[in-house]
Each structure stands twice: as C-alpha cells, then as structure tokens.
C-alpha cells in the first residue's frame, strides 16, 4: 500500500467513527423520544401511571402486562391500575394497548438504549416479568427535587456528558456576582439518589431540545472537582425552583 493510500484509508476510518458514533447516539435519542411519546400517552389516559411491566423475550418479541402506580411505601406493592387482559371492564388504556407494546418494544430494542437504565426485573414475581418507569414529565424538575433533597440551598449543578452519559459532578448552592469565582460544591447524595441523577442527565445530553433549555456554558474559572479537562461535555444545568 502506497503512503497516499494508507493515509486515505486512515482519514476515511476516522471518518466511520466519527459517524458509527453519531449514529449510536442518534438512535439513543431516537429510543428516549419515542418512550416519551408512549408515556405522555399513557398519562393522558392514566394520570397515576408511573410504570409499565412486561415480559421480555429479545429484541422482538415483548408482552405487555399492564400499568402500575407508585409504589406506597418501601414494603408495599404498587398498584395496578390497568391490565392487558381480554374480559375486564374496559379502560381507556384499552385502546392503545398494541401501541404501548410497540412503542416499549422499540425504546428497548438495542441494548445500548439509555430506557434499559430504568427497567429493572420484578424480583416478587415468577419468571419473566419487568417493570420500567416513566420518565418524568420535567426531568429538570425531576433533577431539581432529587438535589435538593441533599442540598436545600442548590441553585444550579456542574454536570459532566463523559461520565456515565452524564453526572452531576458539583453543586453550586449561592450565586457570586461579576467575575467573582463560582464555589462548586462536591456532590453529598445517595447512591439511589445518584443512580437516579446519572439517568436523568445523562437524558438531558441525549435529547437536542432539552440540552438546548437546561445546559449552559460554566462559569468562568470552573475547575472540574475531580481534576479533569473540561469540555464542551461539562456543562452548568440551573435548577427551576421547587414547586
């Protein structure tokens, strides 16, 4: 092989990883936006719903069981609020029961899909039965509220797209005037309540409109917590006020 043609086959190699990359992360937000779709449906029709269970055979093949409310208490069972079952008095679900089951299908189809990271299987039911939450209706909201759970004071976060699809990396909990530094605090949260966040703002990434609503540019002299580079993957999220 020639040097030209080594060189060319190196840049059109590039090239393919650029684009296998933007793909992988088109479909990402392909899988978020379409499960968004289906939940703003279901709550329409049933305003407490907050999950949906069925049973998984691969990529292909799903069956859906019904729709659940939340969960009462840490002990209790949540409650079903819909089943896909013939011969029950008809319910409003009723009439978009295939179109849940396509649509869930679908948000669940690649196993990178960022909808897996709320699907977990039900541990007090036999064999194959899972559960996925909805998305929230505002996930700022949503991040809001799970911060300030920890730190009452939050008014924005440092949230890094590398890490994890997106974590929240530091708390900012007074704003300074002028050029005056930014303090960012190191993050105090739960594992569940990170667990939750990572998923949260790893959506906020993927999906093009709410990146553009909620992440901003850092404040000027930011150093990442952690000591690393920061990118145009590091970003400051404002909280909107606690309702």
């Not at 990529?59 to 840490?74: A, C, F, I, K, M």
């Not at 709320?118 to 949503?142: C, F, Q, T, Y």
Request: charged fraction near 25%; hydrophobic fraction near 40%.
């Amino acid at each position: 092989m020639t040097p030209a043609a080594h060189d060319q086959v190196a840049i059109l190699a590039e090239q393919r990883e650029e684009l296998e990359a933007e793909r992988l992360r088109i479909e990402k937000a392909y899988c978020l936006a379409v499960l968004d779709h289906i939940s703003a449906k279901i709550r329409a029709a049933c305003p407490e719903a907050v999950y949906v269970t069925f049973a998984y055979y691969g990529s292909r093949t799903l069956d859906l069981h019904g729709v659940l409310g939340e969960q009462p208490s840490p002990l209790g069972t949540c409650p079903e609020l819909w089943g896909n079952r013939e011969g029950e008095e008809e319910h409003p679900l009723d009439h978009i029961a295939d179109q849940i089951e396509s649509d869930v299908q679908t948000a669940l189809a690649p196993c990178s899909s960022p909808a897996w990271a709320s699907v977990r299987r039900i541990s007090a039911a036999d064999g194959n039965s899972w559960l996925l939450e909805l998305p929230p209706v505002d996930r700022a909201a949503r991040v809001a509220e799970l911060i300030r759970g920890h730190h009452p004071a939050a008014t924005a976060v440092v949230v890094d797209g590398r890490a994890g699809g997106g974590r929240v990396v530091g708390v900012i909990e007074e704003q300074a005037d002028g050029d005056a530094t930014v303090p960012v605090a190191r993050p105090r949260l739960s594992r569940a309540c990170d667990d939750a966040l990572t998923r949260l703002v790893a959506q906020v990434f993927l999906l093009p409109p709410l990146a553009d609503r909620h992440l901003m540019p850092v404040p000027r002299g930011f150093a990442h917590p952690h000591g690393s580079s920061v990118s145009d993957q590091v970003r400051l999220m404002p909280l909107p006020p606690t309702a």
